[in-house]
């Protein structure tokens, strides 16, 4: 079978689908060689830094929708610093692995989440790192390939 059970899951099932209207943080990414399009909403208690509610929506494959889901997963409840640490290869490795030629998806999934966290910080003035911001940034870890 090309995808695992877990793939399959979030892709049957996604969690945390939809738009949040009073967002924090809003990020939307795409991939023009496929064809994906990734949007996330981040919903922010701004005493704590915790990200309350994610939600998202996909226009892609079953990966780019996989991958989008399990990323709500992984933030939710964290703090906004933890989000910014989301990596595609911690992704896939939170879906049990993706077939090679659909990795990109994992990372349009951590580029959504730093385009919304960024959107945060920008809409309240936050003092942020750009270099967490740069394309090719992928949370001090290589890309998976």
Same mark, same amino acid.
């Given at each position: 079978?090309?995808? &695992?059970? #877990?793939?399959? %899951?979030?892709?049957?099932?996604?969690r945390n689908v939809g738009e949040i209207e009073d967002a924090d943080g809003v990020g939307?990414?795409? &991939?023009? #060689?496929?064809? %994906?399009?990734?949007?996330m909403w981040i919903k922010v208690d701004k005493e704590k830094m915790i990200i309350e509610d994610v939600k998202?929506?996909?226009f892609g494959c079953g990966s780019a929708i996989a991958t989008s889901s399990i990323a709500t997963e992984m933030i939710k409840g964290q703090p906004v610093e933890k989000a910014l640490e989301l990596s595609n290869k911690a992704v896939v490795?939170?879906?049990?692995?993706?077939p090679a030629?659909?990795?990109?998806?994992?990372?349009?999934?951590?580029e959504a989440?730093?385009?919304?966290?960024k959107d945060f910080y920008d809409k309240n003035g936050i003092e942020y790192d750009k270099e967490k911001?740069?394309?090719g940034f992928h949370g001090g870890e290589?890309?998976?390939?």
């Open positions: 079978m090309l995808y &695992n059970e #877990k793939v399959m %899951d979030h892709f049957r099932n996604p939307e990414v795409g &991939n023009a #060689k496929c064809g %994906d399009i990734m949007k998202f929506m996909t490795e939170a879906l049990g692995g993706l030629y659909k990795l990109h998806c994992s990372v349009l999934a951590e989440v730093k385009a919304a966290v911001f740069k394309p290589e890309e998976v390939s």
